[in-house]
């Protein structure tokens, strides 16, 4: 009876050293390398993704801030949501915002605060609307309301001018929808 088994390689001999048993051909050795970078690559990216669509939906309320500390209503109108600025039927959101309650609110901060206004903000909560949230807050802000996502934040932010500064809290809702960030409904006070 004849034995037409192949040689097979026993990398526990003690003949082969451990370089011997790591070596890889050319060809092997750049394939691993590149898929050990390509991991890294698409780890890197969905990483940064996570983060990007985690701060999403802090973005209007950062915009709504920033409108208020310079007066600039086209900065506020673009941090409402759609329904909202279709109720204005030709008249400029931007212009009504501006003229009517940032101007104002600028000049009432500079009065507490003194000049050189400046508002920075951070996020102390946040908590995801369920299904019943949801269908409340659409519910709420009328028929035709389509809300993907919404969250409940916790705002503290801090008013700093020439003569002092001020933390304080505030309670936003934000909402995705028509694809993009918004606050839910119009700010009842600026600050």
Not at 126 to 144: A, P
Not at 181 to 191: D, E, F, H, R, S
Request: charged share 30%; hydrophobic share 40%; aromatic share 6%.
């Amino acid at each position: 009876m004849e034995n037409n088994s192949e040689e097979v390689l026993d990398i526990t001999a003690e003949s082969t050293t451990i370089e011997e048993r790591l070596h890889l051909p050319p060809k092997k050795r750049a394939l691993l390398i590149i898929s050990a970078v390509a991991a890294v690559i698409v780890l890197a990216a969905v990483l940064t993704a996570v983060i990007v669509m985690r701060r999403a939906c802090v973005k209007p309320v950062r915009q709504f801030f920033r409108s208020v500390e310079t007066s600039d209503g086209e900065a506020f109108a673009e941090c409402l949501p759609p329904w909202v600025i279709d109720s204005f039927k030709g008249e400029s959101p931007a212009e009504y915002y501006e003229e009517n309650m940032l101007k104002e609110s600028l000049a009432e901060l500079e009065e507490d605060y003194g000049d050189r206004i400046r508002i920075s903000m951070r996020e102390e909560q946040r908590v995801r609307l369920d299904e019943s949230g949801l269908k409340k807050l659409e519910k709420q802000l009328g028929e035709g309301t389509d809300i993907a996502k919404a969250y409940d934040l916790v705002i503290s932010y801090t008013v700093k001018g020439s003569m002092r500064s001020e933390t304080k809290r505030r309670e936003f809702t934000v909402c995705k929808t028509e694809g993009r960030w918004v606050i839910a409904g119009v700010p009842n006070t600026i600050l």
